[in-house]
């Protein structure tokens, strides 16, 4: 069978364009999500470029689409194309270290034994006291790479497991003074990593 003759085929028009239209959503919308994320960063350079294969990838889907009409397996394969991809792309969101964040941790405990932890792990940190709702408290900041996120909440929990923590996304932070380890040079980390205990 030549590729003309299965261009035309039953098989391909209804079991293999719907397939097609389903993974290229997939992609497209999985892109854009890695896009969105890395305009939030403040990644000039690589954001344009994901855009650029994102737009192709959707125009190809839709010619697809747009000659096609009377099928409505293509329409269906791209919606839960679309939904497929959309959830890709926050695995993705969470799987992928991209940027770095800060983290901030309040603990009624002495925070020396902490303190310590963090520094052994080469982390710089800032602390100080407040007042909480019912008595005194430390807190302690440090800004990590996202990377770092699960080992960092594997310290805080071995030190204190009632202590509270929040992680915030940092757009911008300044390396002067900070021990951020750089061991890629690269904009963005492709390392999986396991979801802290």
Same mark, same amino acid.
């Not at 261009?7 to 919308?29: K, M, N, Q, T």
């Not at 994320?37 to 855009?51: E, F, R, T, Y």
């Not at 792309?89 to 770095?100: Q, T």
């Not at 983290?103 to 520094?119: C, E, G, Q, W, Y």
């Given at each position: 069978?030549?590729?003309?003759?299965?261009?035309?085929?039953?098989? &391909?028009?209804?079991?293999?364009?719907?397939?097609?239209?389903? *993974?290229?959503?997939?992609?497209?919308?999985?892109?854009?999500?890695?896009?969105?994320?890395?305009? /939030?960063?403040?990644?000039?350079?690589?954001?344009?470029?994901?855009? @650029?294969?994102?737009?192709?990838?959707?125009?190809?889907?839709?010619?697809?689409?747009?000659?096609?009409?009377?099928?409505?397996?293509?329409? #269906?394969?791209?919606?839960?194309?679309?939904?497929?991809?959309?959830?890709?792309?926050?695995?993705?969101?969470?799987?992928?270290?991209?940027?770095?964040?800060?983290?901030?941790?309040?603990?009624?405990?002495?925070?020396?034994?902490? *303190?310590? /932890?963090?520094?052994?792990?080469?982390?710089?940190?800032?602390?100080?006291?407040?007042?909480?709702?019912? /008595?005194?408290?430390?807190?302690? #900041?440090?800004?990590?790479?996202?990377?770092?996120?699960?080992?960092?909440?594997?310290?805080?929990?071995? #030190?204190?497991?009632?202590? #509270?923590?929040?992680?915030?996304?940092?757009? &911008?932070?300044?390396?002067?003074?900070?021990?951020?380890?750089?061991?890629?040079? @690269?904009?963005?980390?492709?390392?999986?990593?396991?979801?802290?205990?």
């Amino acid at each position: 069978m030549d590729i003309l003759a299965l261009l035309s085929s039953d098989v &391909y028009v209804w079991v293999i364009l719907p397939i097609l239209i389903f *993974l290229s959503r997939i992609a497209d919308v999985s892109i854009g999500t890695m896009r969105v994320i890395l305009i /939030s960063k403040g990644m000039k350079l690589l954001a344009p470029v994901l855009g @650029f294969f994102e737009i192709i990838i959707w125009l190809t889907a839709i010619q697809q689409i747009v000659g096609n009409l009377a099928n409505i397996f293509c329409f #269906f394969a791209y919606a839960f194309g679309f939904a497929a991809g959309t959830y890709v792309g926050m695995v993705l969101e969470e799987r992928i270290s991209i940027g770095k964040v800060l983290v901030r941790v309040i603990t009624k405990k002495d925070a020396t034994p902490l *303190l310590n /932890s963090f520094k052994e792990a080469k982390y710089t940190v800032t602390s100080m006291g407040a007042k909480g709702y019912d /008595s005194e408290v430390n807190m302690i #900041f440090t800004v990590i790479r996202r990377q770092n996120v699960p080992k960092v909440i594997e310290i805080i929990k071995k #030190f204190n497991p009632q202590a #509270f923590y929040s992680i915030e996304d940092v757009k &911008y932070a300044s390396e002067d003074g900070f021990s951020l380890p750089r061991k890629r040079r @690269f904009p963005m980390s492709f390392g999986f990593n396991r979801k802290g205990k």
